[in-house]
């Protein structure tokens, strides 16, 4: 399954009150169908913000986004989306969290099952249907998380730091099985992140967003083929010139680094 790609055109956003603030301005961005789209840029910089607005979680200001040529206003089944934290109800199995999605677009229970154990073992947890999130690890549960997401087999999927909260070694490992699975189906993936390490393992093309108010600052096209390392000739000199941009637009965000 390919899938469908996404077109913002002019979006702003103004978040009222007391002292307006201006969190994004003027975005114009073209996401290709299949296409892997990282958002990178220091914490303020309106990327949360923008996969939001990409997600219909929120409304923007003025502009408009459209996902296969539908604009959104609201949140989409085509749409599936990754938080930071997974946010599992701890009351249900983690069987039962795979399935609430389907719960409510009103899938049988039999076949509620079999789809959340499919992708129980498509995230390599096959035997953890019946366990409470309490009883998995950080990276089981954002591999719940990212289950839940796929299980209703969006078109897309929107990533909001989903592996912000893990140690390295399970993020670096989570970043792999994440290759896998968007090479499986090659369906549309946008990523927001602030590591430059992150952006570069996993992006088909990076964009950075630069702060007050949010805008695009540069792109690139990464220019390697996955699986890629860092010290890969291109790759090394990608992550400097990044790093310079960053500088330009103010910061210097260390890979690692709480947003």
């Known amino acids: 399954m390919n899938g469908q790609g996404f077109t913002v055109t002019g979006v702003s956003k103004t978040y009222g ?6 969190a994004l301005d003027g975005i114009d961005l073209t996401v290709g169908e299949g296409e892997f789209v990282v958002l990178l ?3 303020g ?8 607005i990409m997600a219909g979680l929120q409304r923007p200001t003025t ?19 990754v938080f930071q934290d997974p946010s599992l109800y701890p009351w249900r199995t983690v069987g039962r969290n795979v399935e609430l999605g389907l719960e409510l677009a009103g899938l049988p ?5 079999a789809v959340a154990q ?23 549960r954002q591999r719940v998380g990212i289950a839940r997401a796929l299980a209703t087999r969006p078109d897309v999927l929107l990533m ?16 792999q099985d994440l290759l896998r699975l968007w090479a499986e189906d090659t369906r549309t993936v946008v990523f927001v992140t602030h590591d430059v390490a992150e952006a570069i393992v996993l992006a088909d093309r990076i964009v950075l967003l630069a702060p007050g108010p949010g805008r695009i600052a540069r792109t690139w096209d990464v220019p390697r083929p996955r699986p890629r390392t860092l010290g890969e000739p291109g790759l090394t000199a990608l992550r400097e010139e990044i790093y310079a941009q960053l500088e330009d637009t103010g910061t210097r965000e260390k890979e690692g680094q709480p947003r």
């Open 17 to 22: 009150g007391a002292g307006e603030v201006r």
């Open 41 to 43: 840029g220091r914490s």
């Open 45 to 52: 910089c309106g990327k949360s913000t923008l996969l939001e």
């Open 63 to 81: 502009g408009t986004v459209r996902l296969g040529g539908r604009e959104i206003t609201e949140p989409d089944e085509r749409i599936g989306v």
């Open 109 to 113: 229970k039999g076949r509620r099952r």
């Open 118 to 140: 499919e992708h129980l073992e498509l995230v390599g947890l096959p035997d953890a249907g019946n366990k409470y999130p309490r009883q998995l690890s950080g990276g089981m």
């Open 160 to 175: 909001d730091e989903p592996f912000g909260a893990v140690d390295h070694l399970t993020r670096l490992q989570l970043q």
